[in-house]
């Protein structure tokens, strides 16, 4: 560690001091400095700004988007175009072609506009982007449906319920893989990201950061931490970028070239100072977050509501009865037993292949501790040779996993056939005997064995809802991650649950089975 008057950084590659490049324009990868006149907090016209956005990504981005809705309406159009009615209504081709073909797919991008699809907030990461894109359909077709009623247009139905929905197929098709390719982009080169100044204490600077870095495709590079509790805090510890203190922080922004000042836990509490640091940063093209110390609760449940100037954030309890929850064992159950009847013969070829590989039972059974701590028996096909449990006492000290449940990558009591079954999950199919009757879920935290005792502390709160065959943990890292991880990642499921939710996870399943990425 090293310490210079005015700054301590821990870094091997600290950022240059030299005061005569302030003064000049620093270009970046996706963003450039500008010099502004210091804001006196009285706000400017806005057709009159100068100043611009320092991280330019979403424009290129925002543009993409625009041409692939347009090109998605259009081709949606042109599907529709192939029914014998869809021309009815209109008094000529070239009034249908007018329509179809220029009025809709502008209307549908205006509307998509004005819903927020293009708020670069919502770019890139979370489902609120997909949710917009949907409501913004929704009032297109009421629109449509609209308009055709005033005009006493006689529109064929079902060429407008194929094109609102071969649109809206288009598009989420579209922004998904847009997402993907801008993923890619901020993984592999870091372009497409911001850059970030943690502004507070050590611990919650460190915390905020590890936070921002576990999803490398939210695209949020920290690359200082600015203290607020003076020199000492960092004396003697490892960090992973440099560490200032006693700075004004605008112009350790330019320095380090970010475009983001993060404000952490207790320093946005200061009287007045987030307020004022607010003003400086008008003009600046510096976007200001706040990431207060309530961690791990999702954004249905904060809602901001003022009292007197003063914001104040109200946090929901979790939704863990209700409808939604009616709905969700509706949908295991059918799913389950569906499933079941669809994958037989698949059951029936894996059974077959355990038997020819070790003479034993298809079925492994294990007590799990389930909903409210009751115990149930879970189904899975035995993956082990049958004396794997009197053989466990001896490889217990090469247990790669440090929580629970034991771990090895090359674990000598699995058989061949074993090994292909657990890289494809395929072992855990017959736990839709388990969801079918109410045991399980499809989604939920990850059941653990019932000879572990009591479930103390934070881990007993897993208990609040079923255990299911898919969660957060495994489209996260799986049997890569850590016991703590596992944990934080069940307890954040629990806390934020949604059938929404469910949805997303059950289509990440599928990829992170496919990658055979963490099972063992």
């Known amino acids: 560690m090293r310490e210079d008057v005015g700054e301590v950084t821990t870094s091997l590659h600290r950022p240059s001091t030299d005061n005569s490049s302030r003064s000049k324009p620093v270009r970046y990868e996706s963003f450039e400095w500008q010099e502004q006149p210091p804001s006196n907090g009285v706000p400017r016209n806005v057709w009159s700004r100068t100043s611009r956005r320092l991280s330019r990504w979403h424009r290129p981005y925002t543009l993409a988007l625009i041409v692939l809705d347009l090109l998605s309406v259009v081709g949606a159009s042109y599907i529709a175009s192939f029914l014998e009615k869809s021309r009815a209504g209109f008094s000529t081709s070239e009034s249908f072609i007018l329509y179809a073909y220029i009025v809709l797919p502008l209307g549908w991008l205006l509307v998509l506009w004005t819903n927020g699809t293009y708020d670069r907030r919502y770019l890139g990461l979370g489902s609120e982007e997909f949710k917009r894109v949907v409501r913004a359909s929704v009032t297109v077709v009421a629109c449509v449906s609209l308009l055709a009623f005033a005009t006493k247009a006689d529109l064929s139905r079902g060429t407008v319920a194929t094109v609102s929905l071969s649109a809206l197929l288009l598009i989420l098709i579209c922004r998904v893989t847009a997402r993907q390719f801008l993923h890619f982009a901020r993984r592999s080169t870091g372009h497409g990201a911001h850059r970030m100044v943690l502004v507070g204490t050590l611990p919650e600077a460190l915390e905020v950061y590890t936070a921002v870095t576990r999803s490398p495709a939210a695209g949020l590079i920290p690359v200082a931490i600015h203290l607020t509790d003076g020199y000492a805090a960092a004396r003697g510890i490892e960090t992973p970028v440099p560490v200032y203190a006693g700075r004004d922080v605008l112009s350790l922004v330019r320095e380090v070239g970010a475009d983001t000042i993060a404000v952490c836990g207790s320093a946005s509490a200061e009287p007045g100072e987030l307020r004022r640091l607010a003003w400086q940063l008008e003009g600046t093209g510096v976007d200001l977050v706040v990431a207060p110390q309530l961690t791990d609760i999702a954004g249905p449940r904060v809602h901001i509501r003022p009292i007197e100037g003063l914001p104040l954030l109200h946090v929901e309890e979790p939704t863990l009865s209700g409808p939604g929850w009616l709905v969700k064992n509706l949908m295991d159950r059918v799913a389950a037993g569906l499933g079941l009847l669809m994958i037989s013969p698949i059951l029936a070829f894996i059974a077959l292949g355990i038997r020819l590989s070790d003479p034993g039972p298809v079925f492994f059974r294990q007590t799990r501790v389930g909903h409210d701590g009751r115990t149930f028996r879970v189904w899975k096909f035995r993956t082990m040779y049958v004396d794997a449990e009197e053989r466990k006492a001896t490889l217990d000290e090469l247990n790669e996993s440090d929580g629970m449940l034991f771990k090895m990558k090359q674990d000598p009591r699995i058989f061949a056939f074993g090994a292909k079954l657990r890289a494809t999950s395929m072992d855990e199919l017959p736990q839709l005997i388990n969801v079918l009757k ?29 255990p299911g065959m898919t969660g957060l943990w495994q489209v996260s890292g799986r049997s890569d991650l850590s016991w703590d991880e596992a944990v934080r990642l069940d307890l954040y499921y629990v806390d934020n649950w949604s059938l929404t939710y469910d949805l997303s996870i059950l289509w990440r399943t599928i990829w992170v089975v496919l990658k055979r990425k963490g099972a063992y």
Do not use: K, Q
């Open 438 to 466: 109410g045991e399980m879920s499809l989604v939920g935290p990850r059941p653990l064995p019932a000879d572990d005792g009591d479930y103390l502390g934070d881990v007993r709160r897993r208990l609040l809802v079923r």
